[in-house]
């Protein structure tokens, strides 16, 4: 199948990625089929949809027409099989675990044909062992989206031990055509690209408040009002040159030896967790949390971000200046 064939997205799952996910493809007129195995999760899409188009109206991103046609376009399903037609490709966006993605991709494999090309949004599990035990495993392939993947560009396109080449370059092909910055990971490595850079801020933020070197609050500043605001428009190893290699070669020499490379997760976390001390579903993480909090968070973050991705400049990378 190749990306001009493709005129429909089946999805399955309609939590936090799923619903938004069937968003970004109706916006662009695709016929989306959506199914979750839980009724009531599947019935909340239109009423989340209306929330999440609202952003993109009030920012003049899109029209009150786009908005309903995006609506209509949508189709919750009562079946599995249903997400199904010829002319579509599949993302999964179940639960993280392998079990039951093996399973969801097994089934599907029952019903569609051996062209479809069959996405998986797992975050972490190898691509590869989610097509172990399947006929046509190189119609599979990863497109790990970011939350919220309805505004965050990327969308990493992992290519599994198995992913044909021809799958890989259609699927990359399409996301360009969904509006999104597809990034071509070459090797299923864990955690692919971007959650290996994330993981490995994360550990340190962690380990930095374990230390009591400075509070929760202080640490995130520090990210958004530096380095992380200079990168959503210049990315690490562009800085590094920018900074010099020389001085980043000497930096490293003294820094890397006191950064925390910690191989298990910090007992801070593994003791917040076992406390229940989950982060917003329970109330209280690194910070205390109540719903007006959570959702003015939300809301502030997205209307933020669609105004910073409107004034950034197009990049043109390719550019020999
Ligand atoms: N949450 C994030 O920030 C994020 C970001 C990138 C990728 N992902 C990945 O996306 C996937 C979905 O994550 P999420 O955060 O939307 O999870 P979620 O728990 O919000 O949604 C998962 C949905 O899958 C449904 N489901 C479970 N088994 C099913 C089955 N057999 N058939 C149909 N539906 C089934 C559940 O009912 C649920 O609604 C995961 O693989 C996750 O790792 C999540």
């Not at 997400?83 to 993302?91: A, F, N, P, T, V």
């Not at 809301?299 to 020999?320: G, H, M, S, V």
Request: hydrophobic share 40%.
């Amino acid at each position: 199948m190749n990306n001009g064939e493709i005129k429909a997205v089946g999805i399955v799952g309609a939590g936090l990625m799923g619903h938004a996910l069937a968003q970004i493809f109706a916006l662009k007129g695709f016929d989306v089929n959506i199914f979750d195995k839980n009724r009531a999760i599947l019935e909340k899409i239109p009423e989340k949809m209306v929330v999440n188009l609202q952003v993109f109206l009030d920012l003049d991103l899109i029209t009150q027409a786009d908005a309903d046609s995006c609506l209509e376009k949508i189709t919750l399903c009562d079946g599995i099989t249903d997400i199904y037609s010829k002319d579509c490709l599949i993302i999964e966006a179940v639960s993280e675990n392998l079990g039951i993605k093996k399973e969801v991709f097994a089934e599907l494999e029952k019903h569609v044909s051996p062209k479809t090309i069959l996405c998986t949004n797992t975050s972490a599990i190898s691509i590869t062992s989610i097509s172990e035990n399947l006929r046509f495993k190189e119609r599979v392939i990863g497109t790990h989206f970011w939350n919220p993947p309805h505004i965050m560009p990327c969308v990493e396109v992992i290519k599994s031990n198995y992913t044909s080449t021809g799958v890989f370059d259609t699927v990359v092909e399409f996301m360009k055509r969904a509006g999104k910055t597809p990034v071509k990971v070459l090797k299923d490595v864990p955690g692919f690209l971007g959650n290996r850079m994330q993981h490995a801020l994360w550990r340190e933020a962690i380990s930095l408040v374990e230390n009591g070197i400075a509070t929760p609050e202080d640490i995130d500043r520090v990210v958004t009002s530096s380095f992380g605001l200079r990168l959503s428009f210049i990315g690490p190893l562009e800085t590094a040159d920018l900074a010099g290699l020389d001085l980043s070669l000497n930096i490293q020499k003294d820094l890397f030896p006191e950064l925390e490379s910690s191989v298990e997760p910090a007992p801070i976390l593994v003791n917040r967790v076992n406390q229940g001390e989950t982060g917003v579903k329970a109330g209280k993480g690194f910070y205390q949390w109540n719903e007006k909090k959570i959702n003015r968070l939300i809301n502030q973050r997205d209307y933020t971000l669609l105004k910073i991705l409107n004034e950034i400049p197009p990049r043109n990378e390719n550019a020999e200046e």
